[in-house]
């Protein structure tokens, strides 16, 4: 089937406001992983969802940012108060099983905060 | 503390000439061991994992690496680059019951006609 999916592809905020970043998994994949990427590194953990269970939130930079996953497929980020710093790729990544093997990567959000 | 150190970050070779991307790997547990690839525009690709079973591994697009406990090493090769190889690849560090990936900063690859 289809990989993993995400949207928008770029995403350019004024500082301030609030965006929604979504990824659509590959269809079965019980396990979702966040990703930030700046420019010129590698991607670095954010979150990580089994079904609809948020079970390691530990990478997340500040309560400014929040993801969520209800049905245990859809998974949205979200970044409320954009500050210049959070500009970056927002990678989603899912996994047919738990933990952290066989990871396949969406072609992420570029977000741009100006 | 867990993480991996990509020893290069450019690497620039002629199509043909063999490849060699560096990676050394810090982890206090049995490691598990990825290389991905990263095209522009594109998504992280999975190249080849270890996971503790045969120490030398062959990926995809004759890419292969191997695993050296007593060096803790983990470098990356392939006999002939093309040039589609051409792009970032990443070292990444997993281990025992985790969930997160702990990626390398990265090696951009340049393949010259």
């Known amino acids: 089937g289809a990989g993993v999916s995400q949207s928008p592809r770029y995403k350019v905020a004024k500082r301030g406001q609030d965006v929604a970043l979504r990824c659509d998994p590959i269809s079965g994949h019980v396990s979702l992983f966040w990703y930030q990427q700046a420019l010129g590194q590698g991607p670095e953990f954010l979150t990580y969802f089994q079904n609809e269970a948020q079970l390691d939130k530990s990478g997340l930079p500040s309560d400014r940012f929040f993801a969520e996953r209800p049905e245990g497929s859809v998974s949205t980020l979200k970044i409320q108060r954009t500050q210049q710093e959070d500009s970056a790729v927002y990678l989603c990544?899912?996994?047919?099983?738990?933990?952290?093997?066989?990871?396949?990567f969406g072609p992420g959000t570029r977000l741009t905060v100006t | 503390a867990q993480s991996v150190t990509q020893l290069d970050s450019h690497v620039s070779v002629s199509e043909g000439t063999p490849v060699l991307l560096r990676c050394n790997y810090s982890s206090s547990y049995s490691p598990s061991l990825f290389w991905y690839v990263q095209h522009p525009n594109k998504g992280l690709q999975l190249l080849l994992k270890y996971t503790s079973a045969a120490t030398l591994v062959k990926g995809i697009n004759g890419f292969e690496a191997e695993f050296k406990k007593s060096e803790t090493s983990f470098h990356l090769t392939k006999p002939s680059a093309h040039m589609s190889d051409a792009a970032e690849y990443f070292c990444?560090?997993?281990?025992?019951?985790?969930?997160?990936?702990?990626f390398g900063t990265g090696t951009r690859l340049q393949v010259f006609p």
């Open positions: 990444v560090v997993t281990w025992g019951y985790t969930d997160k990936l702990i």
């Open positions: 990544a899912s996994s047919y099983r738990d933990l952290a093997y066989e990871q396949y």
